[in-house]
Nanobody, 121 residues
């Protein structure tokens, strides 16, 4: 019901765009979030966007480098990642919640399967 894609191997300083396609039922009237989990670490918030797209939140570590957006006609949310760093290496997950675009993983009820991003130095 949430299908993330777009991960891969990129050199430091490079860019990637992640996509997350959702069923209409999941996507409709929902805030969407991106989270990531590196090996041996807890899942952490990356970015979130409101249903209308006007309210966004970013982790401090990605502000100015990542941009979240959504296309309601395509039921898809995107994460444009630029100036990538080795510390951005992780499995990236998309998720959704009804309500505001919050930052805690426990606030989200549907999760995609994740897509791996590897940034080489």
């Amino acid at each position: 019901q949430l299908q993330a894609s777009g991960g891969g191997l990129v050199q430091a300083g490079g860019s990637l765009r992640l996509s997350c396609a959702a069923s209409g039922r999941i996507f409709s009237s929902s805030a969407m979030g991106w989270f990531r989990q590196a090996p041996g670490k807890e899942r952490e918030f990356v970015a979130a966007i409101s249903w209308g797209g006007t309210n966004t939140n970013y982790a401090d570590s990605v502000k100015g480098r990542f941009t979240i957006s959504r296309d309601r006609a395509k039921n898809t949310v995107y994460l444009q990642m630029s100036s990538l760093k080795p510390e951005d290496t992780a499995v990236y997950y998309c998720s959704r919640r009804v309500g505001l675009p919050l930052k805690r993983p426990s606030e989200y009820d549907y999760w995609g399967q994740g897509t791996l991003v590897t940034v080489s130095s």
